[in-house]
């Protein structure tokens, strides 16, 4: 009997081990995950500075910029226009830019020039950016009428500049007859 004791004994003191290393081992990972994960204070700090990162104006010459992609050699004009919408998404107009740009893609769509010189890098990246940054500024605004010209004004400068649509396509008669409406309604 002494000998049941003994391995009951063992039984249960392999079995309490077991348990004890058990604990052991969780506590030493939940230190470890615990670790990984950032602390309140920081993971309230992050939105912050994304947030400041975000309202800092730029202070970017766009027509410096331009001529700096198109002075870049052998780029295709989706390269040059991936670039130009980097600088156009983060730049932040002023009120005096904005009137400019806006009357700047209007007059040139009324002068039929817009899509005229498509192979123009310097033009087209031009057009491109201005007329996103009048669509970023009013983006979606109660339908504003200068919202929806900017935003049909940039397809298809896009489109006809990196060669997906002629300049006579369907999809850019269609978008010209919505910049038509756009535009009388601003009148």
Not at 71 to 94: L, R, W
Request: proline share 3%; glycine share 4%.
């Amino acid at each position: 009997m002494d000998k049941m004791k003994k391995e009951k004994l063992t039984f249960k003191t392999m079995k309490k081990r077991h348990w004890a290393g058990a604990i052991i081992a969780g506590v030493a990972l939940g230190s470890i995950i615990g670790a990984m994960i950032p602390s309140e204070d920081e993971t309230a700090q992050k939105p912050k500075k994304v947030e400041q990162k975000a309202e800092k104006p730029s202070n970017v010459d766009w027509e410096v910029e331009v001529k700096k992609i198109v002075g870049t050699g052998n780029t295709t004009p989706t390269e040059n226009f991936d670039k130009i919408m980097k600088v156009a998404n983060s730049y932040q107009p002023t009120e005096k830019e904005i009137k400019y740009f806006t009357s700047y893609i209007i007059q040139e769509y009324n002068d039929k020039r817009y899509i005229s010189d498509i192979k123009n890098d310097d033009y087209m990246l031009s057009n491109i950016f201005m007329s996103a940054v009048v669509e970023n500024y009013y983006d979606d605004s109660e339908r504003n009428p200068i919202d929806a010209f900017a935003f049909d004004f940039f397809q298809n400068s896009k489109y006809t500049y990196r060669g997906v649509d002629a300049v006579d396509s369907d999809a850019v008669k269609s978008n010209e007859h919505q910049m038509d409406k756009s535009l009388a309604q601003l009148q």
